[in-house]
Nanobody, 121 residues
Framework: QVQLVESGGGLVQAGGSLRLSCVAS????????MGWYRQAPGKQRELVTG???????NYANSVKGRFTISRANAKNTVYLQMNSLKPEDTAVYYC???????????????WGQGTQVTVSS
């Protein structure tokens, strides 16, 4: 089992910055892909960005050039640096990880509890 704990959300004015962190703990032998999703009120959860263990990244078009994902494998931690925030970035941000509990099992999907990001205009 893997537990993901996010931190760093809050209230910020448009144009400001926030940095989210997500730490993975528990029993696992590897964590491959880690990502950030978000869900705004009345909308579906959407992928914001993700990063593989090797450092390959992908971003939603809406955040390219403003958000940066990074990862510290030794700390089982993924970060999301969010700059030039806009009111439409307001959402609950969820950390996601694909992890393997043992070498005899397939990867499973794990989610954090979410952290609120609110951008005021």
């Amino acid at each position: 089992q893997v537990q993901l704990v996010e931190s760093g959300g809050g209230l910020v004015q448009a144009g400001g910055s926030l940095r989210l962190s997500c730490v993975a703990s528990g029993t696992f032998v590897s964590i491959n892909y880690m990502g950030w999703y978000r869900q705004a009120p009345g909308k579906q959860r959407e992928l914001v960005t993700g990063i593989t263990r090797g450092g390959a990244t992908n971003y939603a078009n809406s955040v390219k050039g403003r958000f940066t994902i990074s990862r510290a494998n030794a700390k089982n931690t993924v970060y999301l640096q969010m700059n030039s925030l806009k009111p439409e970035d307001t959402a609950v941000y969820y950390c996601n990880a694909n992890a393997r509990s043992s070498w005899f099992e397939n990867e499973s999907d794990y989610w954090g509890q979410g952290t609120q990001v609110t951008v005021s205009s």
